[in-house]
C-alpha cells in the first residue's frame, strides 16, 4: 500500500511546476547528459617555427639602438644581434645595412663589437660579404680616410674581413681604390714632387701612427696585395694545357678588360682654366677608367703605379725595426715577389 502511494508521488513530480526563485537555478532532469566542454591549448617552448618568428621580430626592433646616443646601448645591440643570428638569410641585407656605417662610430669597443658581429655573420652565411662587398667596401674607405687616428687604425680590421670571407668581389671592384686608401692611412704620397714629399712628412709627424697600428696596416696591405696580384682558387681551375704556335696569342681576341685603355680613347683628361691638361702629378688619376678584373691587370697596374712607391716608403720603417720593421720586410719581399712576376710575364709574351 505504501509503495503504491510512492510511484503515485514520483509520476506527479514530473508533471508538477515549479515555482523559480531569483538567484536559484532551474532544476535539471534526471535523465540530463551534460555535453559541455572545456578547450585548453598545448604550450610548446621549443617549437621552432614560434621562436624564429619571435626572435627575427625582436632583431628588428632592437635594429633602431644601433643609433642609440650611449656607447653601451650600441655595444649591447651588436652583441645581443650577434648572439641571436637569423636563420633566415633574408634579414642580412637589413642587418648589415643598419650596422655598417658603426665603422666609423666614435666608440672602440662599438666598433670591436661590430667585428665580431661581422665574422660571426660571415660565418653563418658563408656568401653574406660577397653579395654585399660593394656597399661595406665604401664605408671600410671612409674609415681608412677618416680623420679620427683610432678610426682610421680599426679599418684594416674591417678591410680583413672582406679580404677573407670576399677577396674576389674586393679586389675587382674596389682595387685601385684600395690602394690609394692604404697610402691615405700610411701618409705616403704617389707623386715624386717636393711639396708632396713635405706634405706626407708633415702628416705623419701630427698623426705619429704607433707600432703595433703600422704593423697591423702593413699585414692587411699584404694580405690585400696577394688576394689581387695572384690568381684565385677560380681562374687556376680554368687554366688548361693547350698546346698552340707561340703567335696565335697576337691573333686572338684580347683576355685582358679594355686592352686599349692606354690610347685614351674614352677618357677625359683633367684641364685647367686655359683648357690645357693638367698636370697634377698623379698618374694613378687614369686608372678610374681601368676595369681591374682579372689578376694580370691588377698586377700590372700595381706594379706600374703603386710598386715603386711602396718600395720606397717600406725602407724607412724597416730601419725603426721592431714588429712593425718585420711586417715591413716581409711587405717588401712579396712586393719585389710580385713585380719579378710581372716581368717574367712580359718576357713569355
Same mark, same amino acid.
Given at each position: ?9 514520483? =509520476? ?54 644601433? =643609433? ?26 637589413? !642587418? ?54 683610432? !678610426? ?198
Amino acid at each position: 500500500m505504501g509503495s503504491s502511494s510512492k510511484k503515485k508521488k514520483d =509520476k506527479q513530480k514530473d508533471f508538477r511546476k515549479t515555482k523559480l526563485k531569483v538567484g536559484k537555478e532551474k532544476a535539471k532532469p534526471t535523465n540530463f547528459t551534460d555535453t559541455s566542454f572545456t578547450a585548453k591549448t598545448i604550450s610548446l617552448p621549443n617549437q621552432s617555427i614560434s621562436r624564429n618568428v619571435e626572435g627575427e621580430a625582436d632583431i628588428i626592433k632592437r635594429l633602431t639602438l644601433v =643609433k642609440h646616443h650611449q656607447n653601451t646601448t650600441r655595444k649591447e645591440t651588436l652583441i645581443y644581434i650577434e648572439q641571436h643570428l637569423p636563420e633566415n638569410p633574408s634579414l642580412y641585407k637589413q !642587418i648589415l645595412t643598419a650596422v655598417i656605417p658603426l665603422m666609423v662610430d666614435v666608440s672602440a669597443s662599438v666598433r670591436t663589437a661590430l667585428v665580431n658581429l661581422l665574422v660571426a655573420a660571415a660565418k653563418k652565411q658563408p656568401n653574406l660579404m660577397e653579395l654585399h662587398a660593394r656597399s661595406v667596401v665604401l664605408f671600410v674607405h671612409s674609415a681608412m680616410t677618416h680623420i679620427t687616428p683610432a !678610426i682610421r687604425h680599426d679599418s684594416t680590421r674591417f678591410l680583413d674581413i672582406l679580404i677573407e670571407y670576399s677577396p674576389d668581389s674586393l679586389v675587382r671592384s674596389a682595387w685601385v681604390k684600395t690602394l690609394r686608401a692604404f697610402f691615405t692611412l700610411m701618409s705616403w704620397t704617389l707623386t715624386d714632387s717636393k711639396q708632396s714629399v713635405s706634405l706626407a712628412v708633415t702628416t705623419s709627424s701630427v698623426i705619429n701612427t704607433s707600432s703595433k697600428a703600422k704593423k697591423q696596416t702593413l699585414d692587411s696591405f699584404a694580405k690585400f696585395i696577394k688576394a689581387g696580384c695572384r690568381p684565385s682558387e677560380a681562374e687556376t681551375r680554368k687554366k688548361l694545357a693547350i698546346t698552340s704556335h707561340p703567335l696565335t696569342q697576337k691573333y686572338l681576341i684580347p683576355v685582358t678588360p679594355q686592352p686599349f685603355a692606354h690610347l685614351k680613347l674614352f677618357t677625359r683628361e683633367l684641364t685647367n682654366n686655359s683648357g690645357k691638361a693638367a698636370d697634377t702629378g698623379d698618374k694613378t688619376l687614369d686608372l678610374n677608367t681601368v676595369a681591374c678584373e682579372d689578376y694580370l691587370t691588377r698586377r700590372r697596374v700595381f706594379v706600374e703605379f703603386f710598386a715603386p712607391h711602396v718600395l720606397k716608403n717600406v725602407e724607412n720603417i724597416i730601419k725603426e725595426g721592431g714588429e712593425a720593421g718585420k711586417a715591413a720586410k716581409t711587405l717588401q719581399v712579396l712586393v719585389e715577389e710580385v713585380v719579378k712576376e710581372h716581368e717574367d710575364q712580359d718576357k713569355q709574351q
